[in-house]
C-alpha cells in the first residue's frame, strides 16, 4: 500500500509539472503563433498595395537581405534552430543530441517569426514544438531534475508547443507517443496529456473556441463508395514517397549553392517570396488559408493542379534552405490539394456526387500525413481535432492506413526520423578522426538480431550502421528497418578503433543481453 501511495504521489508531482510546463509552453507558442499570423497578414496586405505601386518592389529584395543576415546570424550561434526542430526534439529523447535550451528558446522564437511572417510555404508546428520542448527542458533544469525526468519534461512540453499550435491537445499528446518518443510509459502519456491541455487552454484564450481548419461542412461519405477511398490512399502513398525522397535530397541540391553559406541561404527562399506575393499573395503561409478557401469555393482541375505544383516547389524551397520552420501544415496543405484534384477528376468521370469532394479533402489531409510520418493515429486525431467533426473517423481511418501501408512497402521511411538520422550521420562522422573503415558482418538464422528493429539495437559508440544488404542490393537503413536473416550489416567506424567495434558487434550478435529491450 505504501508503494502505491508513493507511486500515485509520483504521478501526481509529474502531472502537476506537466501543466506548468502546458501553461508556460502555451504563453509562448500563442505569442509566437499570434505574431506568425499578424505578420503574413501585413505581408499580404503589403504585396497587394505593391501591386499597385510597383517601384516598391525594389526595395523589397533589400528587406529579404537584411532578414536573411538576421535570421543566418542567429543559425549560426545555434544551428540546431534550422528546420522544424522535431528531429532534434526526437534526438535529445533519444540521447543522441544535447542542445541547450535558452538559446534554442530564444532565437528559435525570433528566427521562426522573421522566417515564416513574410509568407514562405512554412508550418508553425514544428517550431511550436521546439519551443515547448525547450520550456520544459528549461523547468526541469531549473527544478534540478535527473536526465531521466528531464526527458519527460522534455515530452511534455513537446506535445504542449503542438497543443496550442493546433489547438488539438489528443493530437499532441499521441504525436509524441508515437512519432517522437516511440515509448508509451502511463508517466509520459500522463504528463504530457496534461502539458498539452494546459497549452490548449491557454491557446484558445488567445485565438478563441474555433477549431483551426473549421469547415461547415455535414456530408458523410456513403458506405457504397468506400473503395474509391482505397484508391485515394494509394495515389496518396507513392505521392507521399515521392515527397519524402525529394525533402531528404534537398541538402545535396543545395549544397550546389557553394558561393552561399550554409547559414545564410534563407535568402534564396526570402527573394522568391516576392513574385509569387506580387502575382499570388493568398496563396502565402502555412496554408491554412489556402484549405480553408477550398471550403468556401473550389477551384477548377487546372488551377488546383498549378496551386499544388506551386505549393509543392516552393515549399521545398523553403525547407531545404534551413529556415526554422515546419513541414507539418504545408503536409496538410498539399494533402487537401490532393483530394481536391482526385475529388474533382472523380466527379468529372460521373464516379462521385460533387457534393462528396470536400470529404476527399479532409481525408487525403489525414492520408498524406500518415503516410509521410508514418503516424496515422496522429494524422487521424489530428485532422479531427483541426476540423472539428467526429464523423469522419472511419474513413480517415481507411485512407490513412492504406496510405502508410503504400509508403511502407514502397521503403519510405518515418520523415522526422530520416532527418534525425541525418543529424546523427553528421555528427557521426565528425567525431570520427582520421581514416574511417567499413565492417561487414553477416546476420545469421538464429542471431538475436534476426527479426529485430534497428532502432532496438544498442550500436557500440564511434560506429554507424550505413548499409544493410539483401539479395544484392544496398538498404538505407532506418529505425522501422527489420533485420532478416542473410543480411549483411555494412557499419562505419574509425579505423583505430575497427576491433573494438568489431568485437562489440560480434558480442551483440551471439549475446541477447546486449539488446535494448
Avoid at 487525403?364 to 496515422?376: E, N, S
Avoid at 485532422?383 to 511502407?408: C, F, K, N, Q
Avoid at 578503433?497 to 543481453?513: D, E, P, Y
Wanted: charged share 15%.
Amino acid at each position: 500500500m505504501q508503494r502505491l501511495k508513493q507511486l500515485d504521489n509520483t504521478r501526481l508531482k509529474f502531472i502537476l509539472k506537466g501543466l506548468l510546463v502546458g501553461l508556460l509552453s502555451g504563453v509562448v507558442v500563442s505569442v509566437f503563433r499570434l505574431l506568425i499570423e499578424l505578420s503574413l497578414q501585413r505581408s499580404i496586405q503589403l504585396f497587394q498595395w505593391v501591386h499597385w505601386h510597383p517601384l516598391w518592389l525594389l526595395v523589397l529584395p533589400l528587406v529579404s537581405i537584411i532578414l536573411a543576415l538576421v535570421i543566418g546570424w542567429l543559425v549560426k550561434g545555434e544551428p540546431n534552430i534550422m528546420g522544424s526542430g522535431i528531429p532534434q526534439v526526437e534526438g535529445q529523447l533519444d540521447g543522441d543530441l544535447t542542445i541547450p535550451w535558452w538559446p534554442v528558446l530564444w532565437r528559435k522564437f525570433v528566427a521562426g517569426v522573421l522566417g515564416i511572417g513574410p509568407g514562405l510555404f512554412l508550418g508553425r508546428e514544428g517550431p511550436s514544438i521546439q519551443l515547448g520542448a525547450a520550456v520544459g527542458q528549461g523547468v526541469a533544469t531549473r527544478l534540478g531534475h535527473s536526465d531521466s525526468e528531464k526527458r519527460i519534461m522534455l515530452a511534455s512540453g513537446a506535445a504542449a508547443g503542438l497543443s496550442a499550435a493546433f489547438n488539438a491537445p489528443i493530437a499532441g499528446t499521441l504525436f509524441v507517443l508515437e512519432e517522437i518518443y516511440h515509448n508509451f510509459s502511463p508517466l509520459v502519456w500522463m504528463t504530457s496529456l496534461a502539458s498539452a491541455i494546459a497549452a490548449d487552454f491557454v491557446s484558445l484564450n488567445f485565438f478563441g473556441l474555433t477549431p483551426v481548419l473549421h469547415m461547415h461542412y455535414a456530408h458523410s461519405f456513403p458506405l457504397a463508395l468506400y473503395w474509391q477511398l482505397i484508391i485515394l490512399g494509394i495515389i496518396l502513398g507513392i505521392c507521399g514517397y515521392i515527397y519524402q525522397r525529394v525533402l531528404l535530397a534537398l541538402p545535396k541540391w543545395y549544397g550546389y549553392l557553394k558561393l552561399i553559406p550554409r547559414y545564410f541561404q534563407s535568402v534564396v527562399p526570402l527573394l522568391l517570396v516576392i513574385p509569387i506575393g506580387y502575382f499570388w499573395p493568398h496563396t502565402l503561409g502555412g496554408g491554412n488559408l489556402v484549405i480553408l478557401g477550398l471550403a468556401i469555393k473550389l477551384p477548377a482541375f487546372w488551377p488546383l493542379l498549378a496551386l499544388f505544383l506551386l505549393r509543392f516547389i516552393f515549399s521545398m524551397i523553403s525547407y531545404g534552405s534551413g529556415l526554422p520552420g515546419g513541414i507539418f501544415l504545408p503536409i496538410l496543405t498539399l494533402g487537401a490539394l490532393i483530394g481536391a484534384l482526385v475529388g474533382t477528376l472523380f466527379a468529372q468521370w460521373h464516379w462521385l456526387p460533387s457534393i462528396y469532394i470536400m470529404n476527399f479533402v479532409i481525408f487525403a489531409m489525414a492520408g498524406y500525413f500518415a503516410g509521410i510520418g508514418k503516424a496515422p493515429f496522429t494524422a487521424i486525431l489530428l485532422i479531427t481535432e483541426m476540423v472539428g467533426d467526429l464523423r469522419h473517423l472511419m474513413p480517415l481511418a481507411l485512407v490513412s492506413l492504406v496510405a502508410y501501408l503504400v509508403v511502407d512497402l514502397l521503403g519510405g521511411a518515418p520523415i522526422y526520423e530520416s532527418l534525425l538520422s541525418r543529424l546523427n550521420f553528421g555528427a557521426t562522422v565528425a567525431r570520427m578522426s582520421g581514416k574511417n573503415d567499413r565492417i561487414e558482418m553477416p546476420v545469421f538464422a538464429g542471431s538475436p538480431l534476426e527479426d529485430r528493429q534497428v532502432r532496438d539495437v544498442k550500436w557500440p559508440q564511434e560506429s554507424l550502421l550505413i548499409a544493410v544488404r539483401r539479395q544484392n542490393r544496398d538498404l538505407i537503413p532506418h529505425g522501422d528497418t527489420l533485420l532478416r536473416a542473410g543480411d549483411t550489416l555494412i557499419v562505419l567506424t574509425a579505423h583505430e578503433r575497427r576491433g573494438a567495434v568489431r568485437r562489440k558487434l560480434m558480442q551483440i550478435a551471439t549475446k541477447r543481453k546486449n539488446l535494448q529491450t
